[in-house]
């Protein structure tokens, strides 16, 4: 009985305390998480395996809660793709955009859904396993306002009950969550993505309006095109296909379904003008688009007044799908986080490549709010991009904050041919962050020895001592690249052409010193990095399975050998034998001590 | 040094790599023959081939040459070629194993009773090599090898009016093509005359171009009449096929045909070109046009003999379905005209434009480039393709990857080395107490060329171990990066001990068989083993389940009460369990009388080398401390005067002492110094160095001969040379004549001593630089950026494009406003 009195009484304090909290001594982590996301659950992730002492904040009640309703069509865009071939988990990663890194196997997305385009409830459902078998700890229902600084080297932020939290590092994973609603005349007649109704009836016999030429838009289109009367899309520019520009954010074939009824004639269609230019009046049930300065005007040339043009007739419905932005309302004035300046980068924070936000030291992004970085250029902005990039965060602060180098593996030299195309066919981060994340290989002055450290961004090439904790002057990068189009553009495979290879192959860039900080930043449109000493590609692979012997291999090899000026070929124990007992030195295959003479090949008693 | 780097870089072409059989009667000798049988076998007229075995019987390792030579005398007897071994012992008597050392060294050939020649093991290194060299010699005649440029004109003259010549430029002699060549040659000699040279200056005499790889001519000699032999030369054709013995020997076949045939007269019989899968090319005619027509095409068949045959259609004399078929009347409108058909294909190809020899010249010709660049994906890797040069970057120069590449498609048992996978791994982990684990990647070419001798060890492993299953397994890292990272593997191949479900050790060693056989098989054992009964005893020194000499046992005899030398002998033992057998007794009447059949007494520790003919075994008495135990071992438990050898070469290079090497020719009388120097080798007086020994042979090539003329010039024999390879010293014996204990060791101690003026050499520098340049693909993306510029600079009326500082894209060119729906231009991403 009397425990249970205890217990009793104890659970009353507790309410009080509860009652109190405005008045008790904030929270203190080291690390607080803003968004319980697939962004912030995988830097938890990363945060907790290395025994981190983080939190993750989440507004909702449960994880991935974006997801719960958008797309709203309910149909994600990323590939599951459950088959590849291979049993490589690694190289399979390469084609699975959904599921988040992790070293537990029941966590792929291929055991939740065999769709190719999963249901967004499955990835929720996938998000909530992820957060529990991993045991990462969220905060749920609890909405963060207020991100100030505390000291120099603190952070303090206040939930919806005014409960504060220290935090040394703030990081933020909230997405781009506020809809994108420019301003324009009438736009009180339009709906948004995500306001619009679901229910197909509400669209029946309507012709519509759907601003906006992204995946949104289109997707948006392909729900409803069987019920209304026509569709048209309106958008400024023209839309790019993800396929030709090889950027998932473009707009991909599985939504493309309009652009197929426009181009054969079925009503539907594609059209471009300015949204701000533009003024939407409501007449009656019918929604008129005018377009001051043009409808009233003549051609110029022919001074003919216009009495064709294209948004002539009114519209039922107008749909706004015009993308979404980052929230920047979450932070106190002390904490002055900027938006990007570049056109079109506006919608996401100012940050470095170190994923850190311009001037607010310790407060850094991860997930898609980071996709200024690599916009329109590699995955970033998407759950297989990110997913590494969060990586990359984890490892940028364990050096940072814990003074922890970046995981590498030491080697021999003569090890290297092997490791490197090890990494050429199943590296995912490389491959789904091209151009982005690198290998890089530093060496010992000798050259004897390498160290090998996986996925770093190649544009924090000259702060790579700084930011990794590895000291190197002579490096290799290894990244992947789509080749550039204007000499071919179909698959050509062909090794001595390799730098015109079409499709994504792995290219290395040798330097003999790391590149300075200013030629970092002078880099010319188009390139990753600058100049290098000396460039190897490696051709494209129709298989993309870069083992050939001559194609692959030994043209790499012929590389390597070139950076470091030694023969690395293979050779028999009795020609290293024969080397050895005439020269003082051998080559690096045979030397003394080494692993691969250890292990030598019996063969070969041709002496001479 | 670049005698050096250019044999091997042949090697590696030449090479294919040997087959190690598995089975125990191939460690027998094959067609064995008995020394009174030896001339009956050689007297008939026809060649006969000779291996005098010196060996042992039967075979404690796989034998490389015997098993080639096997599979080489398969071959060989479609040749009428015999061949035998015959095992030296017991018979002293016989003249050639008598001959000694030397004649284990050769094969011999033999014609009517006759020796004809012998031929040195070194240019023996596979089957094609045996085969094509023992046909070169039964051939030599029949196949001269041209060494310069008159020879072949020679030989061109002589033919001239009377027979064509088959001419071959080949690399070296031993080679795959040199023995397509040769079994070629052998069937038609009797219609053409062949030859063959090494040297490109020879091909120069016919070809215009750069000859690179294996190629072969065909010299149409027979078509230039007599009168005219002194100013005409022979219509040269190359052969364009890969030098293979199918393609090669079609190819002879069509040659020898004729290749222009009356279409109604092939209808009639069924011809021989249908079994030999040869182009069609067909000339429409009618009867008006026929004859010239008919001239015309046999011009044309001269050209392309060997390519194709010619089918002359005569459109008025065949019945109209049969015309029809054809495309006459609808394909083919006017004659004469011409079509072709690819072998394989059912359906024709017609000619376009006008019916001149030119035309179809350019017509024929490009047709069949055409089916050649459909067909070379699979004849990207002949070396002699005629249209696709390859470059000299892409031609394979690592002779191991060149040997991988051969032995890609052959098919092997891996029962042995069953491939696990993350849920086999665990499993077997928990269920097997020892097995061995190969973690590779299957593109390394190391692992390629061991893979099959590592099934082999499985294989002899099975009867070890106590469920009669193989020890072996492997994981391809490249399919199970997981399962290898959890085992922290990195490099690859790596190979894990797994032993009571836990990691045990590394297997560091030679990639061969018997290696691998010898350190499981040492694991699978108890070990050490105490020893209280005779016949444990007995057992111990025949090398337990093992054949005997397989391993170096390492016995220790103690007294009872000698516990610290016990525990210092158990600790040595554990940790190199995996190289040595090691044995212990414990006092006691049979510790004693074992102790005391070694010469010495208890406290004593014993290693038994069955191998070393010099020495059976030593004894350490002294100070039996761990590490006194453990040196002894490392020093002791090589032979004590060893030969130098690839085998044993790191092991003897890890004592880090000058290696004292004499080089003897087994015929040389002055052999003594060898007694000499096993006696100062046995006395372990000159522990600062390794005194071993070097055969150098009757074979200039051989790895002795190669090794002391790069110390000396122009050596007598016997000689000692001191090699210290820490500093490169080279020290020559000065001593020509005086090879007598007191002498060598006077001038080792001199050596030692660091004595000046007794330095001859030193070792060469040895810079090791890449064979080729890479690609240089920067300097190829500059040049296209300049030449991009400049077009962009033409097209855009002169005005500048800015340069730019790196390697990278400029700007593109504004493009045409795209019509709606077109997909738009990309925008240029990450590129270089």
Redesign the interface.
Known sequence: MLPHIVLVLWLYMQVITINCTANLPALKKDYCIIGAGPSGLQLGYFLHKAGRDYLIFERTNSSGAFFMDYPRHRTMISINKRNTG?????FNLRHDWNSLLSDDDSLQMRHYSHDFFPHADVFVKYLQDYTEKHGINVKYNTNIVNVKRRDKFEFQMQDQSNNTYDCGTVIVGTGLSLPNIPSFKGVEHTVGYEDMSMDKADYEGKTVLIMGKGNSGFETADYIMGATNFIHILSRT????AW????VGDLRAVNNGL?DT??LKSLDG?LYSEVEKMKFVKIGDKIHITQPGKSNSTHRQSRRPVDNNDLREPYDVVIRCLGFKFDFSLFDKSVHVEPGRIKGKEKYPAITHSYEAFNVPGLFFTGTNTHSLDH???AGGFIHGFRYTARVLSRILEFRNHNVSWPS?T??TT?LL??I??RF??ASGTYQM???LGDIVMFSRNRTVYTYIEEFPVNLLDQLRTKTGHDTEEVLVIIM???????FKKFTGI?????LSYFLHP?L?YYDELPSRGAMR???????????M????TVEDFLTDF?A???H???L???L??CF????????????????????????MCQ??D?Q???????????? | ?A??RK??WA?LVL?N??VFATATDENLLFNPLKSKDLNDFVSPPFVRVVYFFKGELPLQQPDRFLLNFKQASDILEDYGVKTATLHCKNEAMNEYCSRKHSVAESVFIFRGGNLLLEIQL?SM?NIDAIVSNILQMVMLGEVPIVSDEEKLQQIMDMNKGKQDVLYSYQRAVGTLEHRVFMEVAFVYSNQYAFALSTSTEVARLISSTDVRHPTIWYLQCKSVSPMDASTKSCPVLRYTGPINLETFSKYMKLISMPNVLDFQESMLTKSEFDDLQVHRAYIFTDAASYKSTQALTAELGSHFIGSMVFLIVNVNKLPTYVVKQLGYGSQVTEVPSAAFRSYGSNNLEYMSVKFTETNIRNFLKHVLDTFNEETMDERL?TDNHPIFEV?P?????????E???LIRNKKFNTTSIPAL??KTFPAMLSEKNLFLVMFY??????TQ??MEHYAEAGRMLEHMTSDNTSPLARVN??????VCEKNDV????TFILFKNHKRMSEY?????TMTVVKFVSLHLQQNPVTLTTKAEVTQFLEGGMASTGMYVLVLGLFKEKDTEELKAFATVASDLRHRFMFGIMKGGSLAEGTAQYFGTGLSSVVIIKEQDKDEGFTVLKDDLTQGNIAKFIEESSLPVFPA????N??AL??LKKPFVILFFSVDNSKVEVRKVMTEMAKSRQFNDFVLCYMEVGMNS???????LH?YIDEPSLPTIVT?N?DN?KLYNYPMGNDFSKQSISKWLQGISSGKAGLQTG?????????????????A??DS?EAE?RKEVEESMGGGRIPS??????P??IPMPT?E??T??Q???????
């Open positions: 291979k049993t490589n988990k690694e023209q839309y790019k296909l030709n520009t090889h950027y652009l426009y181009l594609v329109k250029k590699s593996v080697q021999p090890e092997n490791h195309v090890k066919n199943e091209y151009g982005v690249q789509y080749g550039k189009r204007r000499f090794p001595g052409k390799a730098h290219v860039y002078n880099l010319t449109e188009g390139s990753v990095l600058p100049r290098p000396k460039v190897h590609h083992t012997p001559n194609s291999i030994l043209l090899r012929r590389f050998e070139s000026q030694t023969d690395l070929r293979n050779l028999y124990d009795s020609q290293c034998f024969s080397m050895a007992m005439t020269s003082e030195v051998v080559s690096s003394y001590n692993y003479l250890k292990m030598s090949l019996p063969g070969e008693r041709q002496g001479s | 040094m005698a050096l044999c091997s090697v090479t790599l040997a070194a290194f890797y470059p970057q892409e031609i394979q120069d690592d002779p191991v990857a040997d991988a590449y996978t993350d990647v299957q593109w390394d070419p190391r060329v061991f890292c490249a399919d199970w990066p997981d990195i490099r690859y191949p560091q060693d030679r990639l061969d130098l050898e690839p085998e070469f790191v290079r890890s090539n051989s790895m002795g001969s190669f090794i790069s090699v390879h490169g030193e070792l060469k520098d040895g810079k090791w630089k890449p064979l080729l340049p890479a690609y240089d693909f920067l190829m993306i296209e991009y730019r500082s790196g390697g990278t894209a700007k593109p795209s709606p729906g997909p738009p990309p925008s240029i991403h990450t590129e270089l």
